[in-house]
């Protein structure tokens, strides 16, 4: 197949795309979806864009739809993403260890975690706040993602330099072995906090205890309002009264409706339960009363 997909042919996917993942592909996107599918056509041996969406939908597929699905993501990932997130979250950690919930269990979502360059990040701010073993915190990192491509890749928690070009060299030394494949190999022994299991943020997060702080970084940019709302409300069902929720720097949630408050630019805080302590499970936000949701 040599030519790119016709309108219609966009269209049948585009809505076969949202259907399953809610992500939006706008329609000056027709280059690119084409392109990405394209190699799925040679993959699978499809002989036609139309003949490959056909094979889609049958049941005995599931393997070749896995594949799709991980062809038509975006992972662009990288450690010590935005900078301004990671400051936040140290200072809420800080807080947290200081307070007298500092032995109690913290479980942290990281949620589309890619190739898990977030998930590990959580990790080493952890261990640079808490000390090794975390100070005795029982501490769960969880990273999710719809691809099993990237989880696959998340779990060997190998990394090309790419990936640790924001990195301070420090960190580097401390938390990498650097292998003669010019790849960078995260600690073992801290990577044994951080698990990766392939979700869909379209559908609830099942069996799964509540998280503390939410990574949903990036992903909400490939959802329209209807995908977002939902998400943010399957995201809600699995967090802690006063939980903190960090969103991607260019994810606005005007006009979106979801249960948290709005904290400052990307961080948003769920409401704790009524009658808590003062402070508690508010962390860095306690300090500045929480705005309603924007
Ligand atoms: C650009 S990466 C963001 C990675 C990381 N959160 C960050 O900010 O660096 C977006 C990720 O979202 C995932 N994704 C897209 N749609 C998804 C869905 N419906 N459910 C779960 N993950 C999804 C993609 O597979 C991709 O790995």
Same mark, same amino acid.
């Given at each position: 197949?040599?030519?790119?997909?016709?309108?219609?042919?966009?269209?049948?996917?585009?809505?076969?795309?949202?259907?399953?993942?809610?992500?939006?592909?706008?329609?000056?996107?027709?280059?690119?979806?084409?392109?990405?599918?394209?190699?799925?056509?040679?993959?699978?041996?499809?002989?036609?864009?139309?003949?490959?969406?056909?094979?889609?939908?049958?049941?005995?597929?599931?393997?070749?739809?896995?594949?799709?699905?991980?062809?038509?993501?975006?992972?662009?990932?990288?450690?010590?993403?935005?900078?301004?997130?990671?400051?936040?979250?140290? *200072?809420?950690?800080? *807080?947290?260890?200081?307070?007298?919930?500092?032995?109690?269990?913290?479980?942290?979502?990281?949620?589309?975690?890619?190739?898990?360059?977030?998930?590990?990040?959580?990790?080493? +701010?952890?261990?640079?706040?808490?000390?090794?073993?975390?100070?005795?915190?029982?501490?769960?990192?969880?990273?999710?993602?719809?691809?099993?491509?990237?989880?696959?890749?998340?779990?060997?928690?190998?990394?090309?330099?790419?990936?640790?070009?924001?990195?301070?060299?420090?960190?580097? *030394?401390?938390?990498?072995?650097?292998?003669?494949?010019?790849?960078?190999?995260?600690?073992?022994?801290?990577?044994?906090?951080?698990?990766?299991?392939?979700?869909?943020?379209?559908?609830?997060? @099942?069996?799964?205890?509540?998280?503390?702080? +939410?990574?949903?970084?990036? /992903?909400?940019?490939?959802?329209?309002?209807?995908?977002?709302?939902?998400?943010?409300?399957?995201?809600?069902? +699995?967090?802690?009264?006063?939980?903190?929720?960090? /969103?991607?720097?260019?994810?606005?949630?005007?006009? +979106?409706?979801?249960?948290?408050?709005?904290?400052?630019?990307?961080?948003? /805080?769920?409401?704790?339960?009524?009658?808590?302590?003062?402070?508690?499970?508010?962390? @860095?936000?306690?300090?500045?009363?929480?705005?309603?949701?924007?």
């Amino acid at each position: 197949m040599d030519r790119d997909l016709t309108r219609d042919e966009f269209q049948r996917f585009h809505d076969l795309i949202y259907r399953l993942a809610g992500i939006h592909y706008p329609a000056e996107k027709i280059e690119l979806l084409s392109n990405r599918i394209r190699k799925r056509l040679r993959g699978s041996r499809s002989d036609s864009y139309d003949a490959y969406l056909h094979k889609l939908q049958l049941p005995g597929e599931a393997a070749e739809l896995q594949s799709f699905l991980d062809s038509i993501t975006t992972n662009e990932t990288y450690f010590f993403r935005c900078q301004r997130h990671w400051d936040f979250f140290r *200072q809420w950690l800080e *807080q947290r260890a200081a307070s007298s919930r500092r032995k109690e269990p913290l479980r942290i979502w990281s949620a589309a975690a890619s190739t898990g360059a977030e998930a590990y990040t959580i990790a080493i +701010v952890l261990q640079q706040v808490l000390g090794t073993g975390f100070g005795g915190t029982p501490v769960e990192v969880f990273g999710t993602d719809l691809s099993s491509h990237v989880l696959d890749e998340a779990r060997r928690a190998t990394f090309r330099p790419y990936a640790l070009s924001q990195t301070p060299k420090d960190v580097v *030394q401390r938390f990498f072995t650097h292998s003669d494949k010019d790849e960078y190999v995260f600690d073992r022994t801290l990577a044994k906090c951080v698990t990766f299991q392939r979700h869909n943020l379209m559908e609830p997060l @099942a069996g799964q205890r509540p998280f503390e702080f +939410v990574f949903l970084r990036n /992903v909400m940019i490939y959802f329209d309002t209807q995908s977002r709302e939902r998400v943010l409300g399957h995201v809600l069902q +699995v967090t802690t009264p006063g939980a903190h929720l960090i /969103v991607g720097e260019s994810e606005s949630l005007l006009n +979106v409706k979801h249960g948290f408050h709005y904290l400052k630019p990307s961080i948003f /805080v769920r409401q704790p339960a009524p009658g808590a302590a003062p402070g508690a499970g508010t962390g @860095a936000g306690a300090a500045t009363a929480a705005k309603p949701a924007r």
